[in-house]
């Protein structure tokens, strides 16, 4: 029961690694306020009992970030944990082919959300000496895999905001971590122009191992930290077929080169 009746937020907790996440915190004794937009967060909560409360919350809105950190407040008394998890991936294509919407739709969530996330948690934790702050980036945001160029920035952004937020809270008692992981078996992976096989999932991470390497920060006792964390699959898989049919998407069909159906 290492985080025994400390109370956590976990954005994103309606699938995947939010999912995992939030079960296993409450595994560990944590109240636990599940935030998404999906819907899905009902189901979770209902599936924990007692130690969730659902919430449904767009990251990207500010008073939707605030009203999920008064459900804390006023539920639990205080705020403890905060995973901001809620991701978005957008589309696999070469950079030219992007879109200013969808520049916009990806760092509204991984940006913007954070930055929401991390202003409301840390007013609400100040007030009680402090707490935990763990932001979900990913490896894009270190090696710039080709074709995933907004959702890396967005993602290094996430990396590079935690270092503030480590070298200017820590003396307040705020302990920040940056998680990175590589590829993750969920269902964001459906969403992809070539959702990967069953074979190619299997050597994935898992959402609990992910969920895992969180508690491991956040359950730490006040005098000890980690600043970053990245954790990634042992098998490296290729992933050249993915990038090759995403580089087609949207492409009218007498586009040069183009493979035919």
């Given at each position: ?12 907790a309606?699938s ?15 109240h ?12 979770v ?31 639990f ?41 991390m202003?409301y ?21 270190l ?9 890396g ?10 270092t503030?937020l ?10 920040a971590?940056?998680?990175l992981p590589?590829?993750?078996n ?24 992910v ?8 359950s730490?006792?006040k ?35 183009k493979?035919?159906?």
């Amino acid at each position: 029961m290492r985080l025994e009746n400390k109370i956590a937020i976990i954005t994103g907790a309606g699938s995947g690694m939010g999912r995992a996440m939030a079960k296993r915190f409450a595994s560990e004794g944590a109240h636990v306020v599940c935030a998404d937009i999906s819907g899905k967060q009902e189901a979770v909560a209902a599936e924990i009992g007692d130690a969730a409360v659902p919430i449904h919350t767009d990251v990207a809105n500010e008073d939707d970030v605030r009203k999920m950190i008064a459900v804390a407040e006023d539920k639990f008394g205080r705020l403890d944990i905060l995973v901001n998890n809620a991701g978005f991936g957008g589309q696999m294509a070469p950079l030219h082919e992007q879109t200013a919407e969808s520049w916009d739709r990806v760092h509204s969530v991984n940006i913007r959300g954070v930055f929401f996330g991390m202003k409301y948690g840390i007013t609400s934790m100040l007030k009680t000496g402090g707490g935990a702050i763990v932001n979900i980036s990913s490896a894009s945001g270190l090696v710039g895999w080709k074709h995933h160029s907004i959702y890396g920035a967005a993602k290094a952004g996430v990396k590079n905001f935690m270092t503030f937020l480590h070298n200017t809270y820590r003396n307040q008692g705020i302990r920040a971590t940056t998680i990175l992981p590589g590829e993750t078996n969920t269902p964001i992976m459906d969403n992809r122009a070539r959702p990967p096989l069953e074979r190619e999932r299997a050597v994935m991470l898992d959402p609990h191992d992910v969920a895992r390497a969180v508690l491991l920060c956040a359950s730490l006792q006040k005098g000890a930290m980690i600043p970053e964390l990245q954790i990634c699959p042992t098998f490296m898989r290729d992933t050249s077929v993915d990038i090759e049919t995403a580089r087609w998407v949207g492409a009218p069909d007498d586009t040069p080169d183009k493979p035919k159906k």
